[in-house]
């Protein structure tokens, strides 16, 4: 029995979401919250018709299995294609992908997880063939809540089943962390990064792929037109997250956001340049070096400015939510400024946190957001990117020890 485990975070979005699926520039960031994948790669069994693809969601609190014969016979394939290069997933292969989704019943108040259901047998099977396992999921993330939950499912999943592959190794340990997890090589996380992707547009129909390149990259990024660019900052922002537990699904308010854009193409490319603007604008506030409390202070102002006018455009096309209002209307009591992240419609938003600003009021600030049955997160923000744990780790009960 072999195992390994992969683990790879959130992300907030400080500035350009939707717009970047439209070719503007974005600003995000990975958080200290994780989805961990591990898988347990059974050898292959002298008792063909007992070996089984198992697995294990422990959020959502589901499990699934599927023979691996049954498998073959459907996907009509049984060797991975090879894993060193990632292929999108055809048409014809998701018909069948969704052919072995209906012999399973999944509850009609958990039908959103078929999508991320699709995208790990698309990823399973492309990278490892039908070989039996058992691949078992858990996260700190809120799933649809826009944190990058798909993302990270399919960075943590890419990066094991590639590691289970040999195609990825791990480089190194991390400093003060006890559990194994290790560090990946640069061009190993761009083929971790190419193949979440792929998972991805089963997700989402069409990201823009930022959400995966911050979970496997880590750190602060710029991206615009899949270009990714590193920013350094030497006083990382502060965030608060609150999730205002209100449901809703980035597949579809990306859709709506590109129909509004087809039904009003000039208004709407002018929107998209102004959010390619304030992007621009915050990489390189985020970038300056401020040693000083004035210089300090000076940044987090024009921050903020910078995250109010975003969040006018986003409510522009059409994706604030009347619990996003709740907590712009409840931060901007203590002065604070708030943007929904992520693809909005309900969801996770972001407040700034100035440096100055005391415990005391910030605990008020949760207390009145929690009141409202919202969830507050502290996060830190722009820590590392994906990482692996090769053999060596220890598997309890279907988790990662
Ligand atoms: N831990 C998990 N276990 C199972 N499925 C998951 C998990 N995390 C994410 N998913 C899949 O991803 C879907 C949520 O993706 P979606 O893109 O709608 O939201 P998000 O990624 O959290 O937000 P955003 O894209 O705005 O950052 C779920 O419906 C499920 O299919
Ligand atoms: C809404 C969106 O811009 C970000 C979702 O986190 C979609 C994407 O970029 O793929
Ligand atoms: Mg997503």
Same mark, same amino acid.
């Given at each position: 029995?072999?195992?390994?485990?992969?683990?790879?975070?959130?992300?907030?979005?400080?500035?350009?979401?939707?717009?970047?699926?439209? $070719?503007?520039?974005?600003?995000?960031?990975?958080?200290?919250?994780?989805? @961990?994948?591990?898988?347990?790669?059974?050898?292959?069994?002298?008792?063909?018709?007992?070996?089984?693809?198992?697995?294990?969601?422990?959020?959502?609190?589901?499990?699934?299995?599927?023979?691996?014969?049954?498998?073959?016979?459907?996907? !009509?394939?049984?060797?991975?294609?090879?894993?060193?290069?990632?292929?999108? #997933?055809?048409?014809? @292969?998701?018909?069948?992908?969704?052919?072995?989704?209906?012999?399973?019943?999944?509850?009609?108040?958990?039908?959103?997880?078929?999508?991320?259901?699709?995208?790990?047998?698309?990823?399973?099977?492309?990278?490892?063939?039908?070989?039996? $396992?058992? %691949?078992?999921?858990?996260?700190?993330?809120?799933?649809? /809540? *826009? !944190?990058?939950?798909?993302?990270?499912?399919?960075?943590?999943? /890419?990066?094991?089943?590639?590691?289970?592959? *040999?195609?990825?190794?791990?480089? *190194?340990?991390?400093?003060?962390? &006890?559990? &194994?997890?290790?560090? %990946? *090589?640069?061009?190993?996380?761009? !083929?971790?990064?190419?193949?979440?992707?792929?998972?991805?547009?089963?997700?989402?129909?069409?990201?823009?792929?930022?959400?995966?390149?911050?979970?496997?990259?880590?750190?602060?990024?710029?991206?615009?037109?899949?270009?990714?660019?590193?920013?350094?900052?030497?006083?990382?922002?502060?965030?608060?997250?609150?999730?205002?537990?209100?449901?809703?699904?980035?597949?579809?308010?990306?859709?709506?956001?590109?129909? @509004?854009?087809?039904?009003?193409?000039?208004?709407?490319?002018?929107?998209?340049?102004?959010?390619?603007?304030?992007?621009?604008?915050?990489?390189?506030?985020?970038?300056?070096?401020?040693?000083?409390?004035?210089?300090?202070?000076?940044?987090?102002?024009?921050?903020?400015?910078?995250?109010?006018?975003?969040?006018?455009?986003?409510?522009?096309?059409?994706? /604030?939510?009347?619990?996003?209002?709740? %907590?712009? @209307?409840?931060?901007?009591?203590?002065?604070?400024?708030?943007?929904?992240?992520?693809?909005?419609?309900?969801? #996770?938003?972001?407040?700034?946190?100035?440096?100055?600003?005391?415990?005391?009021?910030?605990?008020?600030?949760?207390?009145?957001?929690?009141?409202?049955?919202?969830?507050?997160?502290?996060?830190?923000? $722009?820590?590392?990117?994906?990482?692996?744990?090769?053999?060596?780790?220890?598997?309890?009960?279907?988790?990662?020890?």
């Amino acid at each position: 029995m072999e195992v390994c485990a992969a683990r790879a975070p959130g992300k907030i979005i400080l500035a350009g979401e939707h717009a970047v699926v439209h $070719g503007s520039a974005a600003v995000a960031a990975a958080i200290d919250l994780y989805t @961990r994948c591990s898988l347990c790669l059974m050898p292959l069994a002298d008792d063909e018709a007992a070996a089984t693809l198992e697995l294990d969601l422990k959020d959502p609190g589901l499990a699934f299995s599927w023979p691996c014969g049954r498998l073959r016979e459907v996907l !009509l394939t049984d060797e991975a294609a090879g894993a060193r290069e990632a292929r999108p #997933c055809s048409p014809d @292969r998701l018909a069948s992908i969704a052919r072995l989704l209906e012999e399973h019943e999944i509850p009609e108040a958990k039908i959103w997880l078929s999508a991320g259901l699709s995208a790990f047998l698309f990823l399973y099977t492309s990278i490892l063939g039908c070989r039996p $396992g058992k %691949v078992t999921v858990s996260s700190d993330l809120p799933m649809g /809540s *826009g !944190l990058g939950s798909s993302a990270a499912f399919c960075v943590s999943m /890419s990066g094991v089943l590639l590691t289970a592959a *040999g195609v990825v190794t791990a480089v *190194g340990g991390i400093s003060g962390e &006890g559990m &194994g997890w290790e560090l %990946v *090589g640069k061009d190993d996380l761009e !083929l971790v990064n190419r193949w979440a992707f792929q998972g991805e547009k089963i997700i989402h129909g069409k990201p823009s792929g930022i959400d995966n390149a911050v979970s496997t990259f880590g750190s602060m990024i710029k991206f615009k037109k899949g270009e990714l660019t590193n920013l350094k900052s030497s006083n990382p922002v502060k965030m608060l997250i609150t999730d205002t537990r209100v449901g809703r699904n980035t597949k579809a308010l990306v859709a709506g956001v590109s129909e @509004r854009a087809s039904r009003h193409s000039d208004a709407m490319a002018s929107v998209f340049n102004a959010v390619n603007s304030i992007s621009e604008e915050v990489s390189s506030i985020v970038e300056l070096a401020a040693n000083d409390e004035i210089a300090i202070t000076s940044k987090e102002e024009k921050l903020a400015e910078l995250m109010e006018m975003n969040q006018g455009l986003l409510q522009c096309m059409g994706v /604030s939510h009347s619990s996003i209002e709740t %907590v712009l @209307r409840t931060t901007l009591k203590f002065n604070l400024v708030s943007k929904l992240t992520g693809a909005g419609g309900g969801g #996770c938003v972001l407040t700034l946190i100035p440096t100055m600003l005391s415990n005391l009021v910030l605990e008020k600030v949760i207390a009145e957001l929690e009141s409202h049955s919202f969830r507050c997160f502290k996060v830190e923000v $722009g820590g590392q990117g994906l990482q692996v744990c090769q053999g060596g780790c220890s598997y309890f009960n279907g988790d990662v020890v």
